[in-house]
């Protein structure tokens, strides 16, 4: 887990807590190290433990680079890597969004395990977990994670499948019936994506989607982002399987 501000250390550490299961949560990054992250590490700590999950604080230096994020999630032997997302609006204008943060985008374009960027929210904001899920190699990573979250946040979860036509809606079902058994599913017809994925993010507080699903982190950035960096409130999460499990 990559903290990288303060602010959102309570919902990230919910939300990785609730992926790792039974594993451990290794946290790293500026906002929990030395002297002036000592409160927030002391948070991360007790949250995850409401949780049932143990978590260790690294403290020191940690590098915000590839190889860095490599060399640490080597050192841990991760198998779901957590990073705190920085979308940026360009230029003061938010019609502008241009999907900032290198860190991440180098992480999302070669992971080195499962990965999560995640833009946190405000947690009070959170009224239902939605996953948008396609057919790519993303979908049993977000699909499988969504029953934990609903539970970590105490509301109920949604996979959502945006499809062409009337005759797609059946094997919509039948796929949002294979990778979330007994989850509640949304199928919806004709919709732009982009604008149905900030719809849905500010309807219900949290979305999430596989990176190479349907809609590339660039169109994310470029048409859902710069909507949802304007109202503030709502999660972000994008999600890709890493190089074990492709």
């Known amino acids: 887990m990559l903290y990288r501000t303060a602010g959102g250390a309570t919902l990230l550490t919910t939300l990785a807590s609730a992926g790792v299961g039974a594993a451990a949560l290794h946290a790293r990054g500026p906002a929990v ?3 002036d992250g000592a409160e927030t590490a002391r948070s991360v700590v007790a949250v995850a433990q409401r949780q049932g999950v ?3 604080v690294w403290d020191g230096d940690t590098a915000l680079d590839l190889p860095g994020v490599y060399r640490q999630a080597a050192e841990t032997a991760a198998q779901l890597l957590v990073v705190e997302w920085h979308p940026t609006v360009g230029g003061g204008d938010a019609t502008r969004f241009s999907g900032g943060d290198p860190l991440a ?3 999302l374009a070669d992971p080195p395990c499962d990965v999560l960027l995640v833009r946190a929210g405000e947690l009070d904001s959170i009224d239902e977990v939605v996953v948008a899920v396609g057919h790519g190699p993303n979908v049993p990573l ?14 109920s979860a949604t996979v959502l499948h945006r499809v062409e036509t009337d005759d797609d809606v059946p094997a919509a079902r039948a796929l949002c019936r294979r990778v979330a058994p007994g ?3 949304r199928i919806v017809v004709g919709r732009d994506l982009a604008n149905l994925l900030t719809e849905v993010a500010t309807r219900t507080g ?3 989607i596989g990176a190479t699903e349907d809609l590339p982190m660039d169109r994310v950035a470029s048409r859902a982002g ?3 960096t304007r109202r503030g409130g709502a999660t972000v999460v994008i999600g890709r399987t890493g190089p074990r499990r492709r």
């Open 33 to 35: 190290a030395g002297t």
């Open 54 to 56: 143990t978590a260790t």
């Open 105 to 107: 985008r180098s992480v």
């Open 142 to 155: 977000l699909a499988g994670l969504a029953r934990h979250w609903a539970e970590a946040f105490g509301v």
């Open 183 to 185: 989850l509640t599913s």
């Open 206 to 208: 949290f979305i999430a």
């Open 226 to 228: 710069a909507a949802l």
